[in-house]
């Protein structure tokens, strides 16, 4: 299954791509960042930004787009910027049929490292080591692209997402729905509308 | 010249069109508001407001996009979704060559009102008169889109937005971006990402 995971940004969209074979084997297969210039009118830089996404999709194909999940309450002057890529994403895979899957950054780091809290250089570090590959993949944006896709991969069969009847799980599906819930409340709650 | 005004929001997006004629001579030419569901998935509900918007523009074929602006202040649950429906409309508009223009709800009260704090029946009432309706147009979030295109029809020639120069302006420009700064204060200032 090829899993493609976007770090959303207005000005570095991050693209990573990995293969999820059999035994949950993960191989590297593309990284990149699309870029649009902060001096460019809002508009073309979300058509730069959505062509880049489009020409991705269609060179891949993935089964499935990750996207990182943005809070409203996060209040970085970028966020808004940040949803509106996100929603490209998400417009861009339904426009081809591609099913999407919404991760938060602690969900992300969770499944990478085993702590919704760990910091960046060892989410990176691990993205490196799941890979196998000999050097950090670069810029920043990338690291963080991958690390949506293996989240995605990683996470056991079936995962509850919250608000998802609880009754029917395994073992392991029980402990990352507690651990998700968890790390939702460290973030103030998952806003359902984005 | 044909603007189209676009009141942005998930569940409900409403779309306003009106021909400025010589003398600002404002004529009424449509009204719609394009719906998704809240139960679809919101990548197909993203998409569903962009097949809408794109149908809109195809048929109208506006010289400008007059949209929203959208601020990450408002803590408002639905602010995310509805930044990500501004963006889909600069992207349709992008996609077609269409520029954009982006006023905020202050600047459309003050524009059609003369106070950009005034109630929203006012501004109703008024783009009734202004468009010589016989009755409100409805739903509400109709009316917001008709005010959208109505407030970049009766902005001053040549109008500033924030941060621009402001030495050779006219006296009723000065007092319009007066008047902009003013409101823009009242709403904690302008966020220049979106």
Request: proline fraction near 6%; include cysteine; charge should be positive.
């Amino acid at each position: 299954m090829l899993i493609l995971g976007v770090d959303p940004g207005l000005t570095r969209c991050g693209v990573g791509v990995i293969e999820a074979g059999a035994s949950r084997r993960l191989s590297f297969v593309h990284v990149d960042v699309i870029r649009s210039k902060p001096e460019q009118p809002q508009d073309l830089r979300l058509l730069t930004i959505y062509n880049g996404l489009c020409a991705k999709f269609d060179r891949f194909i993935p089964d499935v787009v990750s996207i990182e999940r943005v809070f409203a309450q996060e209040n970085r002057s970028t966020v808004l910027g940040t949803a509106q890529v996100a929603g490209l994403a998400m417009l861009a895979a339904a426009q081809r049929g591609i099913p999407t899957a919404l991760h938060t950054p602690s969900e992300v780091k969770l499944a990478i490292t085993g702590n919704g809290m760990a910091p960046k250089a060892q989410v990176e570090n691990m993205v490196m080591r799941i890979l196998s590959l000999n050097e950090p993949p670069k810029p920043a944006d990338a690291a963080d692209a991958l690390a949506q896709a293996i989240c995605h991969a990683l996470r056991p069969a079936g995962a509850i997402q919250g608000g998802e009847r609880e009754e029917h799980l395994t073992a392991a599906q029980r402990q990352w729905a507690v651990a998700m819930q968890k790390a939702r409340r460290g973030r103030g709650g998952i806003k359902r509308d984005m």
